[in-house]
């Protein structure tokens, strides 16, 4: 059995709906087990340092995790950087190495420097001896053909990012494009895991980019 967990954390609970599309979207396969745990401010203590034995151990237990939090100034939220801190013994002693990694934010804006937060995750995970699974779906809504119903509509290579309308009800917030995006990514990232563990085979989707077909014709149809 893949074992996986969710880590995040969700201030205002539009993060909560992204880590909860990934945890769908890895539920889906045999084979996986799945396991969310959210970080918040309570786990830290006085010294500023994050602690949760039960979220600690399933790490431990753990052959992949992937990471999730909100943009926030253009960077990882504070608790999460807290228990980001708080992982000094576990990198001691090596003990995440060799898992996999991955990684999720939400910002209320388009873009919201939310690269640097999951450039943020990577390196965290990098120091940790993680390997990281990236997107591995093209960017969407780029040409003339493209919507904001597109996959991965914005566009992210490190792992799935969402934008939350923030004065719309919850459940209406992220736009479904997101959250399709976030479920395909939890099933490629299970799907990796549980391959990298001889318990099911990975299929590699590769599909072709419509940005760059309909550039490449536009560019035919010029020339003649």
Partial sequence: MARIVIVY??????????????????ARLEHVDVATHRITATQIGANGRWRDDTISAAIMAADGVVFGCPTLMGMVSAPFK???EGAFVPWAAQGWKDKFAG??????????????TQIQLLVFAAQMGMMWVPMGDHPGANWSGGSADDNNRLGAFLGPM????????????????????GERYGERFASIVRHWR??????????DDLATAAALRAARLRAA
């Fill in 198 to 207: 001889g318990e099911g085979t990975h299929v590699t989707e590769r599909v």
């Fill in 162 to 181: 969402s934008q939350a309308i923030t004065d719309l009800p919850l459940e209406q917030s992220i736009p479904a494009s997101d959250l399709r995006t």
């Fill in 103 to 116: 990684g999720f934010t939400n910002s209320a804006s388009l873009n919201g420097d939310k690269t640097n």
């Fill in 9 to 26: 954390h969700s201030g205002s609970n539009h993060t909560a709906l992204l880590a909860q599309a990934v945890h769908r979207g890895a």
């Fill in 82 to 84: 807290a228990f980001m």
